[in-house]
């Protein structure tokens, strides 16, 4: 094939502005180790493998406290300090958005 009839690539964004607006929550398939009392209804906990409190997640992963349509958090109010603390444009957040990148491309 010549250079003449390469197909045409349409350059991918990768300088998005990193936001929690453009993200499909993908920390919320992160472990979340309940540190302390935030409120969290005691349905939506687990209990891991060294006996500690976790959120609850489902068999994809996902935290069972995600809306799966607005893909927010329902208990945003009461959310663990693991999430309070996960900082948005932070080196983990970035990782977490690369491992997804498929879904906002
Ligand atoms: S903190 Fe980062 S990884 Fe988590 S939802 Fe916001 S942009 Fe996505
Ligand atoms: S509690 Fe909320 S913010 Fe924390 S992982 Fe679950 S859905 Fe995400």
Same mark, same amino acid.
């Given at each position: 094939?010549?250079?003449?009839?390469?197909?045409?690539?349409?350059?991918?964004?990768?300088?998005?502005? @990193?936001?929690?607006?453009?993200?499909?929550?993908?920390?919320?398939?992160? $472990? !979340?180790? /309940?540190?302390? *009392?935030? #409120? @969290?209804?005691?349905?939506?906990?687990?209990?891991?493998?060294?006996?500690? $409190? !976790?959120? /609850?997640?489902? *068999?994809? #992963?996902?935290?069972?406290?995600?809306?799966?349509?607005?893909?927010?958090?329902?208990?945003?109010?009461?959310?663990?300090?693991?999430?309070?603390?996960?900082?948005?444009?932070?080196?983990?957040?970035?990782?977490?958005?690369?491992?997804?990148?498929?879904?906002?491309?």
């Amino acid at each position: 094939m010549s250079k003449n009839q390469l197909i045409p690539v349409t350059p991918v964004e990768t300088q998005a502005a @990193v936001t929690c607006a453009n993200c499909a929550a993908c920390c919320c398939q992160l $472990e !979340v180790i /309940l540190l302390s *009392d935030t #409120g @969290v209804p005691k349905h939506y906990i687990d209990i891991d493998d060294w006996g500690g $409190e !976790v959120m /609850l997640r489902l *068999d994809d #992963g996902w935290c069972v406290a995600l809306d799966r349509d607005s893909m927010l958090c329902t208990i945003y109010e009461n959310r663990p300090w693991v999430c309070r603390e996960f900082e948005m444009a932070s080196p983990e957040c970035i990782e977490e958005r690369q491992g997804l990148a498929t879904i906002y491309r």
